[in-house]
């Protein structure tokens, strides 16, 4: 298996312009997640999926949209990039059990808005 | 959603047990207790999870308070590569949020 997958892994975009980060998980797991970690911080929940079809606003949603048409894919759309967008970008996905639940993160885009 | 606290930074020697706490005052009775791990430059990865018991796995053990009000991570023999930020997650259990964690600084 190959976990939780992110593409592209760096990318530079210019103010105004749009880009789609994506993220895909072989692991049928039903939840779906995409944090924000700016530099010494901790990581902000922006959106989360609780199924296919069915997304919801996290902590810091403003600037980025979602969708989720698929179980293994979640991808995160910016459509006016701006320099505070510059942040490292996670996804992870679960499977709730009901006792608690194990996440898998991936290993990041790192995307600058100059 | 619950707040958790931690110290913003610990400091331990290789070879020795650390504890990190975290205290989760405002913890429902049905939310679990989870903690995480970032190392440099990675994502996070988990590390264990409780409800009420302690609760032991290959990487860690977590013993939570009687009333659930906070909990320690316990890392039994700290290595070099135990150096990371800790996250403790005390919210719901499908909407992971983190807080700022503490950064485990291992000296050899």
């Known amino acids: 298996n190959a976990g939780v997958t992110q593409t592209p892994k760096f990318r530079i975009l210019k103010i105004g312009q749009s880009m789609t980060l994506q993220c895909a998980q072989d692991?049928?797991?039903?939840?779906m997640y995409w944090y924000r970690q700016d530099p010494g911080m901790g990581l902000k929940l922006i959106y989360y999926?609780?199924?296919?079809?069915?997304?919801d606003k996290g902590e810091v949603p403003n600037g980025y949209n979602v969708s989720r048409s698929t179980t293994e894919d979640f991808p995160l759309r910016l459509e006016l990039a701006a320099p505070s967008q510059t942040s490292v970008y996670f996804c992870?996905?679960?499977?709730?059990?009901?006792?608690?639940?194990?996440?898998?993160f991936g290993q990041g885009t790192r995307l600058t808005v100059v | 959603d619950a707040k958790t606290t931690q110290p913003n930074s610990m400091e331990s020697n290789e070879e020795e047990p650390v504890h990190l706490p975290c205290n989760h005052s405002?913890?429902?009775?049905?939310?679990?207790i989870h903690w995480y791990r970032q190392l440099p430059s990675q994502g996070p990865e988990y590390v264990i999870h409780?409800?009420?018991s302690n609760v032991n796995n290959r990487m860690a053990s977590l013993a939570i308070a009687e009333d659930r009000k906070s909990s320690t991570l316990i890392l039994h023999r700290a290595t070099l590569r135990d150096a990371a930020v800790y996250y403790c997650?005390?919210?719901?259990?499908?909407?992971?949020?983190f807080g700022k964690g503490t950064l485990l600084t291992v000296n050899p």
């Open positions: 992870a996905s679960t499977q709730l059990t009901g006792s608690g639940t194990e996440a898998f």
């Open positions: 692991m049928n797991h039903n939840y």
């Open positions: 999926s609780v199924g296919a079809g069915i997304t």
């Open positions: 405002t913890i429902s009775g049905t939310d679990y």
């Open positions: 409780g409800l009420t």
């Open positions: 997650l005390g919210g719901s259990n499908y909407k992971l949020t």
